[in-house]
């Protein structure tokens, strides 16, 4: 499978090193983006949730540390996260038709129950039943984006540990900010992603950077060794 | 009468110009206001659907489509919602010479920490939700064991939710 001439090999390449991506065929690839589709009730966090748990653990199309650096650049993108980091998982794993697949898989089915519901949903959106169940949904849900957010969050943090107790507090701050910032104090979420990619610009400049994570030492290409050794 | 092509130009430019499940809501809201092709019930009701449906929460635009413009319109919206995420693709092109760059890889960090501030600013408005109390606090806890373990899959946990919500608030 070769990459898009413009797009770097990283993000196109299948990874053949891998012994869990070789099995993933792109009708299976399809499959699961249609399975995480239908499954992920619960808006975004479900999703997110189902999405690292195939890809990262079943898979093993990244590892979590180039699961969050995949992220980053999907929330500077314009849309929908998740569906601009199908677009990224699906150019890794199976290049352009895996685009297809990712996006095919995760949005048309899922679209199409959104569909049904719509047209039944107007007559029990006031069925007593309906709402409370509906109130017992919308707070688990919290408690699964909380699990996403921290599965984000560990080798982004731990990184930084590794590096320096300065580096760690800088680490925690933005984070915190962050969080207040858009929670109590109702920031823009562009200008909170702007303002911590100032601040990291700033403070985070590093020659060298720690592999957080063992597994994905054994996954890393050289654009993205951050040594520069070419690993 | 909808004019499906202003009506997905006007989808488009609020999914180009947001990042997110929901930050396109007021650029759409104020739009399809403004030409009488929504109502607010439409809106209230397109994203109670958004939030019960499987898929990502952005696809609250498509029963919205639905809702207002029927299937052409669920058909625009989900086209709309998609083609502006494919700019990531340029986005990763750009990515690999800007980390040859110390200081942007590290400005990319910084984005990366505030992505996750970002989602765990999610979890604080889904707990803090206008009626919201003890128990679904409780019902966020016992979601978030469950999910930690992760042998529970995340339509088992959110079922489960439904049920307890049933037993709790009917």
Redesign the interface.
């Known amino acids: 499978m070769k990459a898009?001439g413009?797009?770097?090999a990283?993000?196109g390449a299948v990874r053949h090193d891998n012994k869990r991506n070789h099995q993933l065929t792109l009708w299976r690839f399809f499959g699961v983006w249609a399975s995480i589709?239908?499954?992920?009730?619960?808006?975004?966090?479900?999703?997110t949730?189902?999405i690292q748990?195939s890809f990262i653990?079943r898979y093993r199309v990244v590892s979590a540390d180039e699961f969050?650096?995949?992220?980053?650049?999907?929330?500077?993108?314009?849309?929908?996260?998740?569906?601009?980091?199908?677009?990224?998982l699906g150019?890794r794993a199976h290049g352009s038709r895996g685009?297809v697949a990712a996006?095919s898989g995760?949005?048309?089915?899922?679209?199409a129950?959104?569909?049904g519901?719509?047209?039944v949903?107007?007559r029990l959106?006031q069925v007593?039943?309906i709402?409370?169940?509906?109130?017992?949904?919308?707070?688990?849900?919290?408690?699964?984006?909380?699990?996403?957010?921290?599965n984000?969050?560990w080798p982004?943090?731990r990184?930084s540990a590794l590096i320096s107790r300065r580096r760690s507090l800088v680490?925690g701050m933005?984070?915190?900010?962050?969080?207040l910032?858009?929670?109590m104090a109702h920031l823009s979420?562009?200008a909170?992603?702007v303002?911590?990619?100032?601040?990291?610009?700033?403070?985070?400049?590093?020659?060298h950077q720690p592999k957080p994570q063992r597994e994905s030492q054994d996954e890393r290409e050289p654009?993205?060794t951050?040594d520069g050794g070419g690993r | 009468m909808i004019n499906p092509v202003v009506y997905f130009l006007l989808l488009l430019k609020a999914?180009?110009?947001?990042?997110?499940?929901f930050?396109n809501l007021p650029s759409i809201h104020q739009d399809l206001l403004a030409r009488k092709w929504a109502t607010e019930a439409d809106f209230a009701?397109?994203i109670?659907?958004?939030?019960?449906?499987?898929?990502?929460?952005?696809?609250w635009v498509?029963?919205l489509g639905?809702?207002t413009d029927g299937?052409v319109g669920?058909f625009l919206a989900?086209l709309a919602?998609?083609?502006?995420?494919?700019?990531?693709?340029v986005?990763?092109?750009q990515?690999?010479h800007l980390?040859q760059r110390?200081?942007?890889?590290?400005?990319?960090?910084?984005?990366?920490?505030?992505?996750?501030?970002?989602?765990?600013?999610?979890?604080?408005?889904?707990?803090n939700?206008p009626?919201?109390d003890g128990r679904?606090?409780l019902?966020?806890?016992?979601?978030?064991?469950?999910?930690?373990t992760?042998k529970v899959?995340?339509?088992v946990?959110?079922a489960?939710?439904?049920?307890?919500?049933?037993l709790?608030?009917?």
Not at chain 2, 15 to 21: N, P, R, V
Not at chain 2, 48 to 59: E, M
């Open positions: 898009n413009t797009i770097p990283d993000v589709g239908v499954q992920s009730i619960g808006g975004g966090a479900a999703t949730l189902l748990r653990e969050a650096r995949l992220w980053s650049i999907s929330v500077v993108t314009p849309g929908i996260n998740l569906v601009a980091m199908a677009v990224l150019h685009i996006l995760l949005l048309f089915p899922s679209a129950i959104t569909c519901m719509a047209a949903f107007s959106a007593a039943g709402q409370a169940m509906m109130r017992g949904i919308v707070p688990a849900t919290g408690g699964v984006m909380l699990v996403v957010a921290l984000f969050l982004v943090t990184a680490s933005l984070v915190l900010s962050g969080t910032g858009v929670s979420p562009i909170v992603l303002g911590s990619a100032a601040v990291g610009g700033l403070v985070l400049v590093t020659p654009m993205q951050q | 999914s180009l110009f947001s990042t997110g499940g930050t009701q397109a109670a659907i958004g939030q019960v449906s499987p898929g990502p929460s952005g696809l498509v029963s639905y809702l299937y669920a989900v919602i998609t083609l502006p995420p494919l700019l990531v693709l986005a990763a092109a990515y690999r980390e110390p200081r942007a890889r590290a400005a990319m960090t910084g984005v990366a920490h505030a992505a996750g501030a970002l989602m765990l600013s999610v979890v604080w408005t889904i707990v939700q009626g919201a679904g606090v019902v966020a806890v016992g979601a978030f064991g469950l999910a930690v992760r899959p995340v339509v946990i959110l489960a939710a439904a049920g307890v919500g049933y709790l608030y009917r």
